[in-house]
């Protein structure tokens, strides 16, 4: 069995005359943690919704477990977790519900089971059973973070995608939120790909780095090479600066 | 060469829209071919069907009560006003009764829950569109189609025929009332008119027609939320969208069946 979790070659997307991923080739091992950073408007979010099978691409493979997703009819999601940018919880169900969401879908667990294994993982991430009966637009957003958190692996995936997982958090929610991931994704085992241009975030939880610009990934190594690289677009993302070959259009 | 430029900026201003209509118009075919197969597919979600039920029908009565109630009063003054100098006030009873059960209760409420029901639905998967609650669905393994919209198609098609039968008989009721307190027709003679002259066909006709308007709310109004883009605008756009285009169908389909219905 190949060492890849997910092989992604020569993957294309664009939308009318825009091209935002011209030929990703990207690769996560088995229980590796894989950040891809890269700037706003740089297609992160297309390729992550691309693994997932919520965009078609237009052409290229990706490949799970060595089995191809695209245009696959198998249910490629119950091997994989994932955490929305906004946590994208369901207004409409409390936050019990919203955890348990995929263990009431697949009907083989009751819901007073289910509710017990909700609280269960909320506390795992830190949160106090009585919030098992709010409604999602009760909670803080770091709150709604870690829900989103206790949603995505109380089922215990093979494969969880963090989509921008600090945005919005104040630092300290921000480092707490890094800590869950990292115990999250180590206790499951799981490979986990998540996009950010937090550089604070990426360091800690990556073991691996890789940089999409222009929709092709320029660059790809651990955080220590990363601080070694004089690759000028990398220097010039991790230093935040506005001047470089990263041209932003104002 | 100015001619040619001309012709060319005419057929620009008119093939774009007519392009976008097309690609429009296949986006919407595959939503509803879409939409009625995951009607018939299992997992079904009788609490997301029955919430919907409520939502639909029950809350919906008072403005359906209200609106035919006033439908059917104007109908027994307009119809006594225009034929009492022929002295024909015994067919006020049968005016009211065809006009209410053949286009009132079924256009007038279908037009009421559009703008209450489509409106709603519009907005909710709206917002779960902007706010990637959709994509999330998807990610946990639920299809969209059958978690929202098919409890929505069901519920709106199975309520809106009782709906207007409710719909139905307060408008019967405020002719009556029009005709003994207003009008002083008698009682009985009144009663005995209208269940004379009620056939079944006219009450059917209602009913067909409000199941065709139950579809054509909920589709517009999942149809027009599901393609949201764009956040609180493009949520608001989607909403006056899913309102006025099911009022216009709802309007066009409703000569349709007449026409198939009654034309011979």
Sequence with gaps: MSDNKIEIRNLYKAFGKKKVLDGVDLDVKRGESLVVIGGSGTGKSVLIKCIQGLLTPDCGSIKIDGEEVIGTKKDIHQKMGMLFQGAALFDSLSVWENVAFRLLENGKISRRKARLKAIQVLRQVGLAPDVADLSPAELSGGMQKRVGLARAVICQPEIIFFDEPTTGLDPIMADVINDLIIESARGLGASTLTITHDMASARKIADRIAMLYQGKIIWSGTVKEMDKSDNPYLRQFISGSSHGPIKVEV | ?264
Aim: with cysteine; hydrophobic share 50%; net charge positive.
């Design chain 2, 1 to 264: 060469m100015q001619e040619k430029k001309n012709i060319s900026s005419f057929l620009q201003a008119f093939g774009k829209p007519l392009v976008a209509f097309v690609i429009n118009l296949g986006y919407f075919s595959r939503f509803v071919a879409k939409s009625i197969y995951n009607c018939f597919m299992p997992p079904f979600y009788i609490k997301l069907f029955c919430r919907q039920f409520m939502n639909i029908g029950f809350y919906s009565l008072p403005v359906v009560g209200l609106t035919t109630l006033f439908a059917g009063m104007v109908i027994a003054i307009q119809t006594y006003s225009g034929i009492s100098k022929y002295g024909a006030e015994s067919a006020v009873a049968l005016v009211v009764l065809i006009s209410v059960t053949r286009e009132l209760a079924p256009v007038l409420s279908a037009l009421m829950v559009a703008g209450r029901i489509g409106a709603a639905m519009a907005a909710e998967i709206g917002t779960m569109r902007v706010t990637e609650q959709i994509d999330a669905l998807v990610t946990l393994s639920a299809n969209p189609f059958r978690y929202l919209i098919a409890p929505r198609i069901w519920a709106a098609v199975v309520v809106m025929p009782l709906l207007v039968l409710f719909g139905d008989v307060i408008g019967i009721f405020g002719g009556y009332v029009v005709g003994i307190y207003k009008l002083d027709f008698n009682p009985a003679n009144y009663i005995n008119n209208t269940m004379t002259n009620l056939q079944a066909i006219d009450v059917m006709t209602g009913v067909v027609k409000a199941a065709v308007f139950g579809f054509i709310i909920a589709i517009m109004g999942c149809y027009h939320g599901y393609r949201s883009k764009g956040g609180a605008q493009g949520v608001g756009e989607a909403t006056t969208n899913a309102v006025v285009s099911s009022s216009i169908l709802i309007l066009i389909f409703n000569y349709l069946i007449t026409e198939v219905i009654f034309s011979r």
